[in-house]
């Protein structure tokens, strides 16, 4: 049997050595992914960022033992459930420590979740890439439901967030997370907010302060008067970002958060957005695989040497960068 | 083989609250370029063969000082070989009897580290024992 059928019929090891294969960009595991590509498409996928220690591990516990628990909408049984979780590499040693399984002990025996540590590696632009790869074999054995934990820090998260359909951003009182989250520009990706720890002291600042945040931004957001949008909300054309407190230990506010990821994909799937937002991803996933391929076959036809030499011309500052390029390009006639 | 790095699983099986060693041990892996996928305490042999199913490690290190060992780690071993699992690798530290080690060793655990042991001596064995499984391929 194929790699690609082995997957398909339910084989969780080679669905595991598929994902390795694919974060190693392993030919044969792209390969199978190929194969694996029109079975891809139907899963929801959820993206859960914010700070380090904000309990984004503990929330997605609690939110898959839910999800596992609930029908999945109109279906009898619950949804199933695969989870990617992100953490750092350490850019010393290029090794990580993947600790969110800590969080997760109680997803353990389901046969119906699957759940998958990876390290940043600490490459621009790859991790979105490789977590995409596995995220779409995830997609094509079935699982309906695909959350993505990532520290949210940088520009990792808002390639992630493009790819997800969903994105969560979990904040915790008392931690300076407010200001942060807006530096990091990380309300402008997020679909629903969330306040966890809501049991600790100054949780209802935090709550207020962010609320008052998405009113402030919302205008902006838009540009539309306020009637308007009121109209678009009501139409369903247009999400307003919520923000709910959670206390992930206890399991408070979980159903409710839930609830908001699945209204917020009848919202997408409902305006449209859903079918845009694919457009969008597999237009920027194409051109940045053309790209790469282009560059490639570019530096393959030089001839040995003429890049570095040009390089070393530009860092002389006796060409600048676009002169460089034109006349390499020239060259090549 | 570009971009392959090493993927190992380091757990806690048994009743004990001390995982000081298996974080010192994890961090050492770390400082050498592994990734380390770390589970915490109190598994059990199906949470720990599950997690090295799912993640797709090259090494299993557990951590026991309970002195359940010849209850737990054969459970593990035999998941392990049930899922499919043959090449994944499997390393012990904490308190193992004498007596035990070569039937241990028998049963499929490539190594055992007594308390105290040098953590580099700890890494290079897990590099060693996943050369050796790589070239068996
Ligand atoms: N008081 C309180 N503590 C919580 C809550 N949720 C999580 N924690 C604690 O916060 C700590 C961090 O939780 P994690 O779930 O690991 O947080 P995380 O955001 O996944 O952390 P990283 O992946 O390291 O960024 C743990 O000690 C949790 O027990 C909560 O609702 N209330
Ligand atoms: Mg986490």
């Known amino acids: 049997m194929s790699l690609a059928a082995k997957v398909m019929a339910g084989d969780r090891l080679a669905l595991a050595r598929l994902l390795t294969q694919i974060e190693n960009e392993e030919l044969v595991g792209l390969d199978c992914l190929s194969d694996l590509y029109p079975h891809t498409g139907r899963a929801h996928l959820v993206g859960v960022t914010g700070a380090p220690g904000t309990g984004k591990s503990t929330l997605v516990n609690r939110l898959v033992l839910h999800m596992r628990s609930v029908a999945d909408g109109k279906e009898a049984e619950p949804a199933t459930v695969a989870v990617v979780a992100v953490d750092p590499s350490s850019p010393f040693s290029g090794g990580a420590i993947l600790g969110d399984r800590i969080r997760m002990r109680d997803l353990a025996g389901d046969p119906g979740v699957f759940i998958r540590s990876m390290a940043s590696r600490g490459a621009l632009g790859g991790l979105a890439r490789a977590t995409a790869g596995m995220v779409q074999a995830l997609d094509a054995v079935g699982f309906d439901i695909i959350l993505i934990e990532t520290v949210g820090a940088g520009q990792a998260e808002v390639d992630i967030a493009r790819t997800a359909h969903t994105t969560v951003v979990v904040s915790a009182p008392s931690m300076g997370d407010e200001i942060q989250a807006i530096k990091a520009g990380i309300l402008e990706i997020a679909d629903i907010l969330v306040v966890n720890k809501a049991d600790i002291p100054g949780a209802d600042n935090t709550l207020r302060f962010l609320r008052a945040t998405l009113q402030m931004a919302r205008p902006m957001r838009y540009g539309r008067g306020d009637h308007i949008r009121d109209q678009m909300e009501a139409d369903g054309v247009m999400w307003e970002p919520s923000v709910l407190a959670t206390v992930a230990t206890q399991g408070d506010g979980i159903e409710s958060l839930s609830q908001e990821i699945a209204r917020h994909r009848a919202h997408l799937r409902a305006s449209g957005e859903w079918a845009v937002r694919e457009g969008e991803r597999i237009r920027s996933e194409m051109e940045l695989l053309l790209r790469e391929h282009l560059t490639a076959q570019f530096m393959t036809r030089q001839p040995d040497g003429r890049f570095e030499e040009a390089l070393e011309r530009v860092i002389a500052r006796k060409l600048s960068p676009r002169q460089a390029i034109a006349s390499l390009l020239e060259g090549e006639g | ?137």
């Open chain 2, 1 to 137: 083989m570009t971009g392959r790095k090493l993927r190992v699983l380091i757990a806690k099986p048994g009743l004990d609250g001390h995982d000081r060693g298996a974080k010192i041990v994890a961090r050492a892996l770390r400082d050498a370029g592994m990734e380390v996928i770390y589970t915490g305490l109190r598994q059990t042999p199906e949470m720990i063969a599950e997690a090295a199913l799912q993640e797709d490690v090259d090494v299993v290190g557990l951590s026991i000082l309970s002195g359940a060992h010849m209850t737990l780690l054969p459970r593990v071993l035999e998941l392990l070989r049930q899922q499919g699992q043959h090449d994944v690798q499997v390393m012990v530290g904490g308190i193992i009897p004498d007596e035990d080690v070569p039937r241990l060793k028998e049963m499929g655990v490539t190594a055992i580290f007594g308390p105290g042991t040098n953590t580099q001596i700890i890494v290079q064995a897990f590099i060693e024992a996943v050369g050796t499984s790589l070239a068996r391929g």
